[in-house]
T-cell receptor
Framework: DTAVSQTPKYLVTQMGNDKSIKCEQNLGHDTMYWYKQDSKKFLKIMFSYNNKELIINETVPNRFSPKSPDKAHLNLHINSLELGDSAVYFCASSQDMGGEYYGYTFGSGTRLTVV | SQELEQSPQSLIVQEGKNLTINCTSS?????LYWYKQKYGEGLIFLMMLQKGGEEKSHEKITAKLDEKKQQSSLHITASQPSHAGIYLCGADDGQGAQKLVFGQGTRLTINP
């Protein structure tokens, strides 16, 4: 059973399109994240949600909109895709233990290529 | 904000040799995580360190956190081709920021 699963694994799309990436975790964690890994392998946080509430938005263009229908799911919708959006997007989750966070678990990533 | 610096950025070693990767923080580390990433795959959790002086081992990989909690090292003994990949250290800044900040990664190549 995959702890944090993302779909799709690969996504190739044209500039200007709108696309979504889905993420689900079965660990019972309270907090979920989206991270972006660029071509230089820098891994940076984009968003975090705690129990469906947006906690962190790290200066990400508003073309990116996360949605959390419940605490086990965090989807990422991207409007008007640009070439610079090409990257690997990782979903992750962690457990909130009274303000400290443990057990960061990552999905296998979605490789987005915008052409 | 917390910044992590990994060294070296790239490492090529002969199979069977030992190696060390370092992760240095600009601030005190809370919850230092080591992950491994293979091409096209996600991040595989290796170890988490929290206490100053803490050391953990898993198979041939040992990770340490110094007493001041500002530096961690990852040591691989008798390296094997399966150890090849990108090693990332990540840290929670302990400010309730609810996020991990990562180093830039160390790309490890093992030559047979």
């Amino acid at each position: 059973d995959t702890a944090v699963s993302q779909t799709p694994k690969y996504l190739v799309t044209q500039m200007g399109n709108d696309k979504s990436i889905k993420c689900e975790q079965n660990l019972g964690h309270d907090t979920m994240y989206w991270y972006k890994q660029d071509s230089k392998k820098f891994l940076k946080i984009m968003f975090s949600y705690n129990n469906k509430e947006l906690i962190i938005n790290e200066t990400v263009p508003n073309r990116f909109s996360p949605k959390s229908p419940d605490k086990a799911h965090l989807n990422l919708h991207i409007n008007s895709l640009e070439l610079g959006d090409s990257a690997v997007y990782f979903c992750a989750s962690s457990q909130d233990m009274g303000g400290e966070y443990y057990g960061y678990t990552f999905g296998s990533g979605t490789r987005l290529t915008v052409v | 904000s917390q910044e992590l610096e990994q060294s070296p950025q790239s490492l090529i070693v002969q199979e069977g040799k030992n190696l060390t990767i370092n992760c240095t923080s600009s601030k005190t580390l809370y919850g230092l995580y080591w992950y491994k990433q293979k091409y096209g795959e996600g991040l595989i959790f290796l170890m988490m360190l929290q206490k100053g002086g803490e050391e953990k081992s898993h198979e041939k990989i040992t990770a340490k956190l110094d007493e001041k909690k500002q530096q961690s090292s990852l040591h691989i003994t008798a390296s094997q081709p399966s150890h090849a990949g990108i090693y990332l250290c990540g840290a929670d800044d302990g400010q309730g920021a609810q996020k991990l900040v990562f180093g830039q990664g160390t790309r490890l190549t093992i030559n047979p």
